[in-house]
Nanobody, 124 residues
């Protein structure tokens, strides 16, 4: 089992920045690839970013590429998502997720463990 707790969401103006954190406990964090997903009201949950077990390989959705950066600190069992140049369309509940195995994936169904989510609201 892996327990995940997100933090760092909030209200920010367009063009601003936020950093989300995801604290992991339970099974060895460093063995798992991790991902960030988001879900806006009335929409399906969508892929945002993923990072492999070591942090060397990252994947991003086209909509956030160049603006968001995912990183991890395995010594602290923590995953991060730095979000810059935020837009109103980035408004959503953001979830971190862990998958079995160390390879990053964009596929939601490959992730086994999920946090409770943190709200990000970007005002225009």
């Amino acid at each position: 089992q892996v327990q995940l707790v997100e933090s760092g969401g909030g209200l920010v103006q367009a063009g601003g920045s936020l950093r989300l954190s995801c604290a992991a406990s339970g099974r060895t964090f460093s063995n798992n690839a991790m991902g960030w997903f988001r879900q806006a009201p009335g929409k399906e949950r969508e892929f945002v970013a993923a990072i492999n077990w070591s942090g060397v390989t990252t994947l991003y959705a086209d909509s956030v590429k160049g603006r968001f950066t995912s990183s991890r600190d395995n010594a602290k069992n923590t995953l991060y998502l730095q979000m810059n140049s935020l837009k109103p369309e980035d408004t959503a509940v953001y979830y971190c997720a862990a998958k079995s195995g160390g390879y990053a994936s964009v596929e939601l169904k490959t992730y086994n463990y999920w946090g409770q989510g943190t709200q990000v609201t970007v005002s225009s």
